[in-house]
């Protein structure tokens, strides 16, 4: 067990600052109904990166210079995993989508609705890579499971309103349009699509 009698209060606390926000990561998916959705790759190395960090903190015989290195790169992925539980903390849902190399992808979404049904955005790319397009996929909402066979817009009044009704639902989205690492409108690389119930 780490000796943490000779550790400053300040350490111990931004230790477990470290900590608790790495759990959260994974605690906050529970409040979705369903299946649980596992953290991403990059958010994964994220939370698991400042877990472990945050356990150094707590070890008062750790170098100095891993100390240092440990508390100049804690910024990413206290970012990457306070993003990651904002993206959680309001609606989100699954479209279990192959990618490129035929794998099963979780694609975890924020939706809107509106009267013509419900709407999703992502990169063009993104869509593109799991050919979304007239695809028969699974839609995991508010624990229910149903099919659904996604359309792509080409039109562009029409993705920039979903898109500018994703960011006026989502509150993380308004942070991140505030400093600049989400767009307030769409851009050219935007893609909307309509998730249409599959008919039988």
């Given at each position: 067990m780490a000796d943490v009698r000779n550790v400053s209060l300040v350490r111990l606390l931004t230790g477990a600052v470290f900590i608790v926000i790495s759990l959260a990561v994974f605690l906050v998916r529970f409040k979705h109904v369903g299946e649980y959705a596992?953290?991403?790759?990059?958010?994964?190395?994220?939370?698991?990166?400042?877990?472990?960090?945050?356990?150094?903190l707590f070890w008062a015989s750790?170098?100095?210079?891993?100390?240092?290195?440990?508390?100049?790169?804690?910024?990413?992925?206290?970012?990457?995993?306070?993003?990651?539980?904002?993206?959680?903390?309001?609606?989100?849902?699954?479209?279990?989508?192959?990618?490129?190399?035929?794998?099963?992808s979780d694609l975890r979404l924020w939706v809107v609705d509106r009267e013509d049904g419900a709407w999703v955005g992502m990169s063009r790319e993104k869509a593109i890579?799991?050919?979304?397009?007239?695809?028969?996929?699974e839609m995991l909402r508010a624990g229910e499971v149903h099919c659904v066979i996604p359309a792509l817009s080409q039109d562009l009044q029409?993705?920039?309103?979903?898109?500018?009704?994703?960011?006026?639902?989502?509150?993380?989205?308004?942070?991140?349009?505030?400093?600049?690492?989400?767009?307030?409108?769409?851009?050219?690389?935007?893609?909307?699509?309509?998730?249409?119930?599959?008919?039988?």
């Open positions: 596992i953290p991403t790759p990059g958010v994964l190395l994220g939370a698991l990166s400042l877990a472990f960090f945050g356990g150094l750790v170098p100095r210079v891993i100390l240092w290195v440990a508390l100049l790169v804690s910024p990413v992925p206290v970012f990457v995993s306070l993003y990651a539980i904002g993206g959680e903390l309001e609606e989100v849902i699954s479209l279990y989508a192959p990618n490129s190399k035929g794998q099963l890579e799991h050919s979304l397009d007239g695809a028969r996929l029409t993705t920039r309103k979903i898109h500018a009704m994703k960011v006026e639902k989502y509150r993380v989205a308004q942070f991140s349009a505030t400093i600049g690492l989400y767009p307030r409108e769409a851009t050219e690389n935007t893609a909307v699509l309509r998730l249409d119930p599959c008919k039988d």
